[in-house]
């Protein structure tokens, strides 16, 4: 049974569970509405009450739209932030965090860590499952965007090799993401530092001039102004990884000797087998570190994913404590309406017509918040996926999928079967005293 | 067909347990029209909602022809009522937002489903009987006397055995009250239903066949018996 289950596709699981969902509201319409046409009745005290059944399904439509809407955005969050580190496959660094190397090497959030010299680089990049060996540079800025130190080689690799221009050819030019508010052609000087704490005037005299720019990726580089490593550590007067008969050369192999060292190597391996070999083999205590961006994200969810079923589980309270003044508002409302209940039971109407006009009526406030829940989920999703963004330039994809369906429908589900309660309460109203009200 | 009626030894109670009306005997040909009068709080209204089988603490017998309504269970009871019984209420009880049509073709909606369009099409002669217009306007933009002809209508679609209604001219002002009053009896009459009306309106009780009077939860002295 399992494995049949398992075998469907996850549309279809999906399909099934909403309409396993469904099944309670299909019982409960089919044993109240058999063989009688309420629809009329419960239209004209839809009608009648519509300025407060609309409130009603403003509430309803919040607390659902909120609901699905946060859910949303947290796996928006988590698929974009995969997305981003899907080109880092192997990060090597100075041993330490591996959150914070992460943090600084892939979402290029800038923080003091420990630097790799020379000789450790020049293993790394000579090791023959290591096809690219990119070092980083960080540390400067020019308004908003890092300033980042690498290789053309890596630029390549990061762009799937679609720039707009051309390929740095010199130290001082640079490569700007898509972001960034500099046009091909313009100049710039970097600060020193990044952020509040930028010094800038520490460059002075060190103008850069942009020669490419970089397609969107969705992830923190496209706001990065990229330049050539050997450019981050000449502006600050460091050597520049070749040996001084070198002469402008940039890009790799470096000379261990004038290797000023780096913060993080990010590594591709052709082979996804040799990045396991490659972690292994440059994990070394006390020298350096390597280690998956991806499960280090993964551990980072895990960690979430308390989190997160702690919001489900707000959202699910939430929501319960709305379909309980929900109630409570269907137990009002109808009492507005029982002399009506009542003229229809003195004129015959049996029990199970006038609990379906007053269900349906229930039913039919619940199915249309819970419908524009869902589409106001939809646009705080969109809204928070833009502002999410702006922020952290992790392109989080508004994407309500079939997951946040069943939501709304269990919500929807359950409180149409509560929504029984004030109908059946109506009907234990005295009908004389009613009439006379 | 009309219904004749029969109440023996019936004890009506208020929620605590008070006698609030008692009739020992009263009889009532089929097709007759009777007029029930009294001060306020006598217990007229009682006795209309009594025979109607909607008091809950109510003892006795009240046989519309053969049947018992107070020997039934809650759905017969229910059942009986749809099928026989046509009631008018002192303030019409009508869905405000729906036309004439849908109030007079109002307990259509929980009939069988063949005899929905019967019930729809006889709403709409009796509609045309009491001179009202055809037209899709909410009951809320009529006037008392036309909503109280619709309520009428609405009583009478199902050709009921029985007609009751409660003060049916008391919100109405003398005109329309008269005129409905001829409606009433007249549709009454023509289609031979048993009508019983609880009114201070000395103009409908003039056009009833009989007249009770109930004054403190029983019937006059004199006035009980066969009419």
């Known amino acids: 049974m399992r494995d049949v289950w398992d075998g469907l596709p996850v549309l279809a699981q999906d399909l099934f569970i909403s309409a396993v969902l469904l099944l309670p509201i299909l019982i409960v319409a089919l044993v109240l509405l058999r063989g009688y046409a309420p629809f009329p009745l419960t239209r ?92 980083l540079a960080f540390g400067d800025s020019y308004g908003d965007a890092p300033v980042v130190g690498t290789t053309a080689e890596f630029v390549r690799y990061l762009t799937d090799d679609r720039l707009e221009g051309r390929m740095w050819e010199r130290s001082g030019e640079a490569i700007v993401g898509p972001a960034v508010p500099l046009g091909l052609g313009d100049g710039f000087v970097p600060a020193h530092g990044v952020g509040a704490a930028a010094e800038a005037g520490a460059h002075a005299g060190v103008e850069m001039q942009v020669v490419g720019r970089m397609p969107r990726t969705g992830t923190p580089w496209d706001r990065a102004i990229l330049i050539p490593v050997e450019t981050v550590w000449e502006v600050h007067g460091l050597a520049n990884g070749h040996a001084p008969e070198a002469g402008d050369r940039i890009g790799p192999p470096f000379d261990a000797k004038y290797f000023p060292g780096t913060p993080a190597v990010i590594v591709r391996a052709e082979e996804l087998w040799a990045n396991y070999a490659l972690r292994s083999e440059f994990t070394r205590d006390s020298e350096m570190m390597a280690f998956f961006p991806g499960t280090v994200l993964g551990n980072l969810y895990r960690i979430m994913g308390d989190v997160r079923q702690a919001m489900s589980l707000m959202s699910a309270v939430t929501q319960v404590l709305v379909a309980a003044s929900v109630l409570l508002g269907l137990f009002i409302l109808s009492r507005l309406f029982q002399r009506q209940v009542a003229m229809l039971r003195a004129l015959g109407a049996p029990l199970r017509f006038v609990a379906a006009v007053v269900w349906l009526y229930g039913a039919t406030l619940l199915t249309l918040g819970a419908a524009l829940g869902v589409g106001l989920g939809f646009v705080a999703s969109a809204v928070l996926s833009r502002i999410v963004t702006v922020r952290t330039d992790i392109l989080v994809n508004a994407s309500l999928g079939w997951s946040e369906v069943p939501l709304a429908l269990a919500f929807l589900s359950a409180t149409s079967v509560l929504a029984l309660i004030p109908a059946l309460a109506l009907l234990r109203q005295p009908i004389v005293a009613n009439l006379r009200a | 067909m009309a219904l004749p009626l029969r109440v023996t030894g019936l004890d009506v109670r208020s929620p605590r347990g008070r006698t609030i009306l008692s009739v020992e005997d009263l009889q009532l040909p089929a097709g007759a029209l009777l007029g029930v009068r009294g001060p306020s709080g006598a217990g007229k209204s009682t006795l209309l909602y009594a025979i109607a089988g909607l008091w809950p603490q109510a003892a ?168």
Do not use: C
């Open chain 1, 44 to 135: 004209a005290i839809l009608w009648r009450f519509r300025w407060a059944n609309l409130l009603f399904v403003l509430l309803i439509a919040v607390s659902v739209g909120m609901g699905i809407g946060l859910i949303a955005q947290e796996r928006g969050l988590r698929q974009g932030m995969a997305q981003a580190a899907d080109k880092f496959d192997l990060v090597v660094s100075a041993p330490g965090s591996e959150l914070t190397m992460m943090l600084a090497a892939v979402f290029l959030q800038p923080s003091d860590v420990g630097l790799l010299d020379g000789d450790a680089y020049a293993e790394i990049a000579g090791h023959e499952n290591v096809d690219i060996a990119a070092p």
């Open chain 2, 60 to 227: 006795g017998a009240v046989h519309w022809g053969d049947t018992d309504v107070m020997g039934l269970g809650e759905a017969r009871r229910t059942a009986f009522r749809a099928a026989n019984i046509g009631m008018i209420f002192q303030d019409f009880l009508l869905f405000e937002e729906l036309s004439a049509q849908d109030n007079a073709a109002l307990t259509s909606l929980f009939r069988p489903r063949d005899r929905r369009r019967q019930v729809g099409e006889r709403a709409r002669t009796r509609l045309a009987a009491l001179s009202l217009p055809e037209t899709a306007r909410p009951v809320a933009s009529f006037s008392g006397g036309e909503r109280q002809r619709v309520a009428v209508a609405r009583a009478l679609a199902h050709d009921p055995a029985i007609l009751l209604a409660d003060e049916p001219t008391a919100s109405l002002h003398r005109e329309a009250a008269d005129r409905l009053i001829h409606d009433l009896t007249a549709l009454a009459k023509d289609s031979g239903t048993t009508l019983i009306a609880v009114s201070h309106d000395v103009a409908l009780l003039s056009r009833m066949d009989r007249v009770l009077t109930v004054q403190d939860g029983r019937i006059a002295r004199g006035e009980s018996g066969v009419a």
